[in-house]
């Protein structure tokens, strides 16, 4: 049995180590959007969490409203997952532990939003967060 696909030409001298350079180049370039996307849908969710706290505040909404945004965000946008009402609570609960914008964009945006509810569950005060 031939090591070559039936039809292709042997490789030229040099290509093995461009298509492992190749190789390399999309796997960063795949990190680095998974990272991007990440980071997006971080400050996404500190930002819809920090909305939250505002409008409860302001117009006196109670936490039944969880419940009623989760319900019409996940018939709004059925095919993404997040806007359950135990995630919106982290995403307020996110947003009241660090309230500070910049401190999310350069730190906690960088975090997988996996690793920032274990910080919110393990760091209770804020105390332990700073």
Do not use: C
């Not at 945004?69 to 307020?92: C, H, I, Q, V, W």
């Amino acid at each position: 049995m031939s090591e070559h696909p039936a039809g292709l030409t042997p490789a030229p001298e040099g290509y093995a180590d461009w298509l492992t350079e190749l190789k390399s180049r999309i796997h960063t370039a795949q990190q680095r959007a998974t990272l991007a996307v990440n980071r997006e849908l971080v400050l996404l969710y500190w930002q819809i969490g920090r909305d939250i706290l505002t409008r409860q505040a302001a117009q006196g909404w109670g936490a039944k409203v969880i419940e009623r945004l989760a319900l019409d965000l996940r018939t709004a946008f059925p095919e993404m997952k997040g806007f359950s009402p135990r995630n919106l609570k982290y995403m307020r609960a996110f947003a009241e532990a660090w309230p500070n914008d910049l401190f999310v964009q350069q730190a906690a945006a960088q975090l997988p939003w996996g690793h920032n509810l274990v910080l919110l569950d393990r760091l209770p005060g804020p105390e332990t967060r700073r």
